[in-house]
């Protein structure tokens, strides 16, 4: 027996001829035979091993050959089988053909033929398997590109919630998370235009925190919706999502609006939810046929969801810095409190520093940031002793040098607080010189920052203007004429000129904050 024999399943109720045949095809050679009584047992063998060809006799007892012929391809439609019957008629001929026999032999069977017909059937065999792999190979590669496509829409996908998550995760103020969201919004799903509507509880209204429009919705600026009224508005009342996509009339989408109404093809509406709470939706307008769809809605929740965590955020590290900068501010108002000559002075070097910068065109940004920093300028004397801090006397060179550590005990105090670069340089720098004899760096010139080289001027102003214990406060004029005495020297000379404008140019607002009754000012 060899392992490229064929195999052939002989199945009839004679054993003469199961026998005759068996022996046939044993002489040929490179068979396999196995015999089968009847169709109950013909079924049972096929089911236990592979075969290469079936010879059935047609008629046999329990089962017939064309009901055995049925059974085998509905088990193994590749199996060719030979149907052999003593009364040969057309009639049985076409039946069995047609119940898939692939070939038709009269008994008793001409062992020749039977040879012939045999090769014929198992070529034909041979050519239907290659074929059916073919088909089955072209199919594993269609599923093959089918799961490619799969796996690209997948990664696309992926990298796109990867950009969301990035994009909004990081973001640390309101001011910056609205308009992103909607940008990202418009982007993600292709719509013309798209809005944020904050939920605001206490009026029952959505009113619009950032919005985009490319110009076909109208201008989306202006809307205000009362919650439950008009589409956008009972989703925020329901809290569930709405996907449209057919024209809209605008008093559909909100009932009430003010400013243009809102007009839209196509609309899709997300609630954003904050611990089970609608805190507002988002809508994107307008997008092109066949409009929004279900992997929308799914791309706007997980922008939503991305995004309420970092309201959370933004409200959790808002209240924490506005602790801190309360703590701050207690702090100051401790060390003046300390000391009757210096009380108001950071806030009036504040006021008096935010005029200057203004004046010299710094940026708004810069200017936002000056108040607090210029506020804690002095916030290092927390760690000067008491009995320096409120000496009555002048300082000794040894006690003199403690306080001049002050700008350098201040920063290392706000070091990890969050304070920008540049807040931080406005407290450690508030004490060098423009000629560079100043502390604690000995910077010069524009290597001393902007804002510090503004304060350096402001504070010498007020100090000068105050009573100290160690004499009387100096006339606005002495105080100036100081100023331009030290100009380049001490100060810049930019600074001081731009300040003594400010002085002449308010007058009124300079008396009231320094606390002065009267003054020359015709500086
Ligand atoms: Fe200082």
């Known amino acids: 027996m060899e392992a490229n024999d064929l195999k052939i399943i002989i199945v009839d109720d004679e054993p003469n001829i199961r026998e005759t045949l068996k022996e046939f095809f044993q002489q040929l050679g490179g068979f396999q035979v196995t015999t089968a009584h009847d169709g109950i047992e013909a079924l049972k063998r096929i089911s236990q091993d592979s075969f290469d060809c079936a010879l059935i006799d047609l008629q046999m007892p329990r089962m017939n050959g064309v009901e055995l ?31 898939g026999a692939s070939y038709f032999l009269n008994k008793p069977v001409r062992l020749g033929q039977l040879k012939n017909v045999l090769d014929k059937v198992l070529r034909e065999r041979r050519l239907l398997i290659d074929n059916l792999r073919l088909k089955d190979q072209l199919k594993q590669k269609e599923a093959i590109e089918d799961l490619n496509k799969q796996l690209n829409q997948k990664v696309k996908e992926q990298s796109i919630l990867f950009n969301v998550a990035e994009s909004v995760g990081g973001l640390l103020s309101s001011e910056d998370l609205y308009p992103q969201m909607v940008a990202l919004a418009s982007d993600l799903v292709g719509a013309d235009s798209s809005l944020f509507l904050y939920y605001d509880h206490d009026q029952d209204l959505l009113l619009p925190l950032a919005t985009k429009s490319n110009g076909n919705s109208g201008t989306l600026d202006g809307i205000y919706i009362p919650v439950g009224t008009g589409i956008l508005g009972r989703s925020a009342f329901n809290g569930h999502p709405i996907i449209l996509n057919s024209p809209l009339e605008p008093e559909l989408i909100a009932e009430s609006y003010s400013g243009e109404p809102v007009m839209s093809d196509s609309l899709i509406s997300v609630p954003m939810k904050i611990r089970d709470e609608t805190f507002g939706i988002l809508v994107a307008l307008d997008k092109k046929k066949p409009g929004f769809q279900e992997d929308d809605l799914f791309l706007l929740q997980f922008l939503l969801n991305k995004a309420a965590l970092a309201v959370e955020n933004i409200a959790l590290y808002e209240s924490v810095m506005q602790n801190l900068r309360d703590t701050m501010r207690s702090l100051v108002k401790a060390i003046e409190a300390k000391d009757a000559y210096t009380e108001q002075h950071s806030s009036r070097v504040t006021e008096l520093s935010v005029k200057v910068a203004q004046k010299m065109g710094l940026s708004e940004d810069e200017v936002v940031s000056l108040p607090f ?11 000067i002793a008491d009995h320096i801090l409120t000496k009555p006397g002048r300082l000794t060179d040894e006690e003199f040098a403690i306080m001049r550590s002050h700008p350098v005990i201040g920063e290392r105090i706000v070091r990890n607080l969050g304070l920008l670069p540049r807040e931080k340089e406005i407290i450690r720098s508030h004490h060098e010189s423009y000629d560079g004899s100043g502390y604690p760096d000995g910077l010069k010139g ?14 010498a102003f007020d100090a000068m203007t105050s009573d100290r214990p160690y004499r009387k406060a100096l006339s606005v004029q002495t105080a100036v004429d100081e100023l331009r005495n030290k100009t380049w020297i001490q100060f810049d000379g930019d600074v001081v000129e731009v300040f003594i404008q400010i002085l002449q140019d308010e007058k009124e607002f300079i008396l009231d904050l320094m606390g002065i009754e009267t003054a020359d000012l015709e500086v």
């Open 69 to 99: 012929l049925e059974k085998i391809h509905n088990y193994d439609n590749t199996l060719p089988v030979i149907i052999m019957t003593g009364h040969a008629s057309l009639e049985v001929a076409i039946e069995t053909v047609r119940f």
């Open 373 to 383: 920093s210029c506020f804690l300028h002095d916030i290092g004397k927390i760690g």
């Open 446 to 459: 524009t290597e001393i920052p902007l804002m510090a080289r503004i304060i350096t001027v402001t504070d």
